[in-house]
């Protein structure tokens, strides 16, 4: 059985850092594109960064310049460097993996649990 493991989140001050990992682990094949999710109460789940298996990365406006998202394909893991963060980046972040457990079937989507972020003074 798939799982996505996060950790890192927590409470910083305006213009802190933190940085989520999420590791991927349970008869995975291959794992295509990694990526973190934010959702706050109230509203829809919104992309924050993506990265492929080849490196290649996406970003949401709202975090460019300030968001860097990594990856260890040897350890199925991937990373979130959130720098200058702001209150407004309070969030429950969520890692999402699109894998292939049996080769030659299609990818499908897991989730992590989440993990809060709160940026407070």
């Known amino acids: 059985q798939v799982q996505l493991v996060e950790s890192g989140g927590g409470l910083v001050q305006p213009g802190g850092s933190l940085r989520l990992s999420c590791a991927a682990s349970g008869g995975i094949s291959s794992i295509n594109a990694m990526g973190w999710y934010r959702q706050v109460p109230g509203k829809q789940r919104e992309l924050v960064a993506a990265?492929?298996?080849?490196?290649?990365?996406n970003y949401a406006d709202s975090v460019k310049g300030r968001f860097t998202i990594s990856r260890d394909n040897a350890k199925n893991t991937v990373y979130l460097q959130m720098n200058s963060l702001k209150p407004e980046d309070t969030a429950v972040y969520y890692c999402?993996?699109?894998?292939?457990?049996?080769?030659?079937?299609?990818?499908?989507?897991?989730w992590g649990q989440g993990t809060q972020v709160t940026v407070s003074s």
């Open positions: 990265i492929t298996s080849d490196g290649i990365t």
């Open positions: 999402n993996a699109a894998v292939t457990v049996v080769v030659g079937t299609y990818p499908r989507n897991y």
